[in-house]
């Protein structure tokens, strides 16, 4: 079956660096479109950032453009979230998350598999 495991995620100050990595099985990775959301206390699911399967297209939420970059390597079946300048906003449980369909999507329900989620905490 499908499995997508999310790891990296931690205590950092603000202004500090993270790096997410979500290691996939069960699937041919490289056809798979990717995507990162996240989920705060208290708020609903928030769209991050999206791969298409063969890493050349991305899209971000406005919120994070320029601070985080998505980035994947179909060869070791892992797509990763890099994290810089990190605000106390952007502390979430973060989710990975893979589409059948290889392209863009920033909609949850377009995403059939999603993994456990890792804690992101950042402090002021």
């Known amino acids: 079956q499908v499995q997508l495991v999310e790891s990296g995620g931690g205590l950092v100050q603000a202004g500090g660096s993270l790096r997410l990595s979500c290691a996939a099985s069960?699937?041919?990775?490289?056809?798979?479109?990717m995507g990162w959301f996240r989920q705060a206390p208290g708020k609903g699911r928030e769209f991050v950032t999206a791969?298409?399967?063969?890493?050349?297209?991305?899209y971000y939420a406005d919120s994070v453009k320029g601070r985080f970059t998505i980035s994947r390597e179909n060869a070791k079946n892992t797509v990763y979230l890099q994290m810089n300048s990190l605000k106390p906003e952007d502390t979430a449980v973060y989710y990975c998350?893979?589409?059948?369909?290889?392209?863009?999507?920033?909609?949850?329900?377009?995403?059939?598999?999603w993994g456990q989620g890792t804690q992101v905490t950042v402090s002021s």
């Open positions: 791969i298409s399967w063969s890493g050349g297209s991305t």
């Open positions: 998350a893979a589409r059948t369909l290889g392209g863009l999507a920033r909609v949850g329900t377009m995403f059939g598999y």
């Open positions: 069960g699937l041919t990775f490289s056809t798979y479109g």
